[in-house]
């Protein structure tokens, strides 16, 4: 079984004018509920963790919606933003139920279609692959870009820098919380290539698990919907 962190601590949560973006009617559900439930291993996810800034407005939000999508989620409330979603991500890590299960960080901002069903399969047929990554053909900037060798393997991460075609879905798998606590440390040790505009996004955390040694995986992703542009 997997675990899923779902970071919602970032400033455009609630709008200027009040708004939820994740209730936002999408398909005749919430949208972040749509957005969950559509991933192909929904199925198969042990334990949510979200993350959110505390505030009466979230915290309403957690319970009058999310314990009733999710009655067994862990909920994290940070007093104040942190350096970037791979900085919220690790409270969400603390609460990990199986430490050595599948981590996903899904930032939920990207609805798409993809034939990944079976994610703890595909890691035990590639033993070496610390990572997944979720990808779609684009060069707009406003995306994280992968760029693979030949063999199409990932062999850097890049935020907001056209570095190949392959823009990142914003759902991102890594082997283990090890895995992960890697990559940021990774990311602490060098800050200066790592950042973008002073903030630790998730995707050049893969460069993470490639210094250490292991290997990250491309993944297609197809049917792409930008409800972080669109929504």
Known sequence: MMEVIVPLAGPDFVSSAGVIKALIPFLGQPLLRHVLTSRPWAAEVSNYTFILKDGDVTRDFVEQ???SWYPYCSVVFLSSVTRGAACSAMAGVACQRDPHA???VDLADILYSSNLTNVE????RSPRCGGLAL?????NPLYSYLRTDETGRVVEAA???VISTNASAGT???RNSSIYLGAVAHAFGNEASQVYNGLFYVC???NGVLAQGKEVELER???VVDIKIGA
Do not use: M, Q, T
């Open 135 to 139: 990808a779609f053909i684009s060069a």
């Open 221 to 223: 992703v197809h049917d």
């Open 159 to 161: 935020e907001k820098n």
């Open 172 to 174: 991102y798998i890594f």
């Open 204 to 206: 050049p955390l893969f």
């Open 121 to 124: 399969e595909r890691l035990r």
């Open 65 to 67: 919606h999310l314990r």
């Open 102 to 104: 599948p981590l996903i």
